[in-house]
């Protein structure tokens, strides 16, 4: 069984910064890529990061470019997204997904996700 477990989501002032956390397990993770994506409520789920199963290529949404970083560490099973600067309008469920498809933003081509972790930022 394939489940994709996320943490670290939280209370942070703006401009302050949090860590988030993906634990991976029932699948052969180095062979997925994995991206994560935030949806605010009555919104779509929108794109944020994502990288390669060697953790090589990594991708982002202009909107995050320069204050967001995804890492991975095949070892341990997880992915982790850094989030820096961070804005009220920021305030959201953050999710992670895999996906054997190769390093995209395309939320339908992610063949498995978490349940979500929110992260609310304070003015």
């Known amino acids: 069984q394939v489940q994709l477990v996320e943490s670290g989501g939280g209370l942070v002032q703006a401009g302050g910064s949090l860590r988030l956390s993906c634990a991976v397990s029932?699948?052969?993770?180095?062979?997925?890529?994995m991206g994560w994506f935030r949806q605010a409520p009555g919104k779509e789920r929108d794109f944020v990061a994502a990288?390669?199963?060697?953790?090589?290529?990594?991708y982002y949404a202009d909107f995050v470019k320069g204050r967001f970083t995804i890492s991975r560490d095949n070892a341990k099973k997880m992915v982790y997204l850094q989030m820096n600067s961070l804005r009220p309008k920021e305030t959201v469920v953050y999710s992670c997904a895999a996906t054997k498809l190769g390093t995209m933003a395309q939320k339908d081509r992610y063949n498995y996700w978490g349940q979500g972790t929110q992260v609310t930022v304070s003015s």
């Open positions: 990288i390669s199963g060697s953790g090589v290529g990594t």
């Open positions: 029932g699948l052969t993770f180095s062979t997925y890529a």
